[in-house]
T-cell receptor, first 113, second 114 residues
Framework: KNQVEQSPQSLIILEGKNCTLQ??????????LRWYKQDTGRGPVSLTI?????NTKSNGRYTATLDADTKQSSLHITASQLSDSASYIC????????????FGAGTRLAVHP | DTAVSQTPKYLVTQMGNDKSIKCEQN?????MYWYKQDSKKFLKIMFS???????INETVPNRFSPKSPDKAHLNLHINSLELGDSAVYFC?????????????FGPGTRLTVT
């Protein structure tokens, strides 16, 4: 069964600190992995997208890594800001079909001053 | 300019009623989606249309009927609403139906069935 699991479920950090969110998946065959940011009451917004051959991708203070062998990904946030408070969702799509995304439950990040 | 818009943003209704949610995208995309986000925050695909044709139809009760009058619009009609239909419904669009294309999400419609 295609699944995406994320940890931790929630995280509180102080402004300016770094953090790393984890994602494990069992989706096969693998096409790509995305990290989305979802602010409260808003739709998800894409941060990064990685294919099988990519093992790291950055978007400003966000850096995603992918280990396709172990089927793990991480999202590292550097020098956190209050506006980083949101849910971060790992999303995987399977190859060979239409653009059907499989979502993790997300990690709820709270950045405190 | 809003890329993917949904109306209404909030919808409160009673069990047994019929309601519709509308979605419009101005990105020129040819593929649109409906997702349901339940209380556990999982987003799950319900339907997808490509050039007005249904291409993804997950295990969804047939009380849910999508309609795509043109490539820029995808509406969701729900008959005989049940308590379990309470959720946030997101519309999304992408340039194409292949897995490489990025999906852009609307702001969501929070449906509460009482």
């Amino acid at each position: 069964k295609n699944q995406v699991e994320q940890s931790p479920q929630s995280l509180i950090i102080l402004e300016g600190k770094n953090c790393t969110l984890q994602c494990n998946y069992t989706v096969s065959p693998f096409s790509n992995l995305r990290w989305y940011k979802q602010d409260t009451g808003r739709g998800p917004v894409s941060l990064t997208i990685m294919t099988f051959s990519e093992n790291t991708k950055s978007n400003g203070r966000y850096t995603a890594t992918l280990d396709a062998d172990t089927k793990q990904s991480s999202l590292h946030i550097t020098a956190s800001q209050l506006s980083d408070s949101a849910s971060y969702i790992c999303v995987v799509s399977a190859a060979g079909g239409y653009n059907k995304l499989i979502f993790g439950a997300g990690t709820r990040l709270a950045v405190h001053p | 300019d809003t890329a993917v818009s949904q109306t209404p943003k909030y919808l409160v209704t009673q069990m047994g009623n019929d309601k519709s949610i509308k979605c419009e995208q101005n990105l020129g995309h040819d593929t649109m989606y409906w997702y349901k986000q339940d209380s556990k925050k999982f987003l799950k695909i319900m339907f997808s249309y490509n050039n007005k044709e249904l291409i993804i139809n997950e295990t969804v009760p047939n009380r849910f009927s999508p309609k795509s009058p043109d490539k820029a619009h995808l509406n969701l009609h729900i008959n005989s609403l049940e308590l379990g239909d309470s959720a946030v419904y997101f519309c999304a669009s992408s340039q194409g139906a292949a897995t490489a294309y990025e999906q852009y999400f609307g702001p969501g419609t929070r449906l509460t069935v009482t």
